[in-house]
């Protein structure tokens, strides 16, 4: 079965930084493309980047300039560093299966940008 375990969550000051991190196994993940989704307080989900497994990645105009998403395909990890926080980035962050964030999820890490 599919399981993504997203970890290194927590709270941080605005202008701070964070690197996520998602282990994924039950599935060939070089193979699939991945994404980070969020959810913040009373919203829906928020598409936040996407990284083929061939090509460049892709990031909502609302963090570009300050996410950036990686992988290691070795090592089954996805990765998602934040820098520049806002107190608006304040969510829980998903890793998901699929460039669009619509297939697998995971549990969820909780980011609090707060002073």
């Known amino acids: 079965a599919v399981r993504l375990v997203e970890s290194g969550g927590g709270l941080v000051q605005p202008g701070g930084s964070l690197r996520l991190s998602c282990a994924a196994s039950?599935?060939?993940?070089?193979?699939?493309?991945m994404s980070w989704v969020r959810q913040a307080p009373g919203k829906g989900l928020e598409w936040v980047s996407g990284?083929?497994?061939?090509?460049?990645?892709a990031y909502a105009n609302s963090v570009k300039g300050r996410f950036t998403i990686s992988r290691d395909n070795a090592k089954n990890m996805l990765y998602l560093q934040l820098n520049g926080l806002r107190i608006d980035d304040t969510a829980i962050y998903y890793c998901?299966?699929?460039?669009?964030?619509?297939?697998?999820r995971g549990q969820g890490t909780q980011v609090t940008v707060s002073s």
């Open positions: 990284i083929n497994r061939d090509s460049g990645p």
């Open positions: 039950g599935f060939i993940f070089s193979s699939n493309a």
């Open positions: 998901a299966r699929g460039f669009t964030g619509t297939l697998d």
